[in-house]
């Protein structure tokens, strides 16, 4: 095996699949062969003859960016404005990074790079930035010298207007969205998708949190398709309670199959709001064959749909727009009391039956130990009754 070659092998570390992709990406364009596709790293010697040194050093710089665990695609609708096209927001970016030069994204962020690949169903930006801490000094916070390289990309759904962006953090995507909104406006215009409460119908007044109904219906009902889509696990919850300056503000529970567990029903009943759900997704490649796929929802600033695992990442869009349309149908057709009345009901009335039957446990027990005390026998009744009315 040629050395280089090796070397790339050898330090590629986490996260290879989607440092393989960047690689990938990279000797498409250098080559001029979109067909170019790669699985793992020792394939490049099939085309070595065609590499130069300098090819190395920007692969190296490729495989040791910082990547994204997992696959987050935070969700924004787009349009085209004033008649524009893909065309002419490939020819402004390009136009804009001609000479290589970084841009200034933000006080924490620099975009060194974007790369614009084009299909039949999908514009995709492959983004690489630097990302600074800030430092106090005696002007006030200023950046470190060094940034870390990371890389992001942005899928556009063409015939679907919505844009996925596939950062990290939010707050980096927010500085991205402000770029290009700055630099793009007259071309293309974005709109963060975040569900609130105000954003569907219901026929209150619902007792409980609207968007803990709203998720609880999406993944126990609505998501599911006969023959077409199932879910068999649900792995971790995540819960805030709102207006809470003191004490816990938010909790998250992990295990298996969550809708039966005590500790989802306590955070519900003690007033906390569901924000994030965890499941396990088979979707259906044909009659009898599935893909199998870990799915994480969450609701924040803008809405975040997250491919934890997957049998083949190559359907990770595919799988988002299913779940995001699914989310608009329930979106429209709104929340009713009954919705959230069988919902509770369904999965959590034994919980806490269960509850119910733990805490007079509990109470008898104590009740036991208390009569123990001669001093406090004459008070036993009343102790009784009391526990009897808690």
Known sequence: MNKKVEALKRSIGK?????????????????????????????????????????????????????????????YKFFFRNEKTIKDFKDRITEQFRDGNSQRCSEKIDICTILCNDNENNFELIIKYKIYNLKPSMDGKVR????????????????????????????????????????????????????????????????????????????????????????????????????NPDGLRSIKVGGNNLLNATEVAEQIRNGFNLKLVEFTMLWGLSKDTFLKVTITITMQDVLKITIVNSDNYAYNE??????????????????????????????????????????????????????????IKEHIKLIEKIYSEI
């Open 15 to 75: 996260n290879k699949e989607k440092k393989i992709n960047g690689i990938q990406n990279f000797l498409q364009h250098r080559l001029g062969r979109k067909d170019f596709q790669i699985t793992k790293i020792d394939e490049i010697e099939d085309i070595i003859d065609q590499l130069e040194d300098s090819d190395f050093e920007n692969m190296f710089d490729i495989i040791t960016e910082k990547y994204n665990d997992n696959y987050p695609y935070y969700i």
């Open 144 to 243: 470190e010298n060094l940034g870390k390289r990371a890389r992001g990309k942005i899928v556009f759904l063409k015939d679907d207007g919505l844009a996925l962006f596939g950062i990290g953090e939010l707050k980096h995507v927010k500085d991205l969205y402000k770029f290009f909104i700055d630099n793009y406006i007259d071309i293309i215009s974005f709109e963060p998708y975040a569900l609130t409460e105000n954003s569907f119908r219901y026929d209150g007044p619902i007792e409980n949190d609207k968007i803990t109904i709203f998720l609880l219906e999406l993944i126990t009902n609505k998501l599911f398709e006969k023959g077409k889509v199932e879910i068999n696990n649900y792995s971790r919850m995540g819960f805030a309670k709102p207006k």
């Open 318 to 375: 595919e799988v988002v727009k299913y779940i995001f349309n699914r989310i608009i149908e329930l979106q429209n057709q709104g929340i009713t009391l009954g919705t959230a009345a069988n919902v509770l009901t369904k999965y959590f009335s034994g919980i806490e039956n269960r509850l119910k039957m733990q805490l007079k446990i509990d109470r008898d027990r104590c009740i036991e130990e208390l009569k123990k005390y001669p001093e």
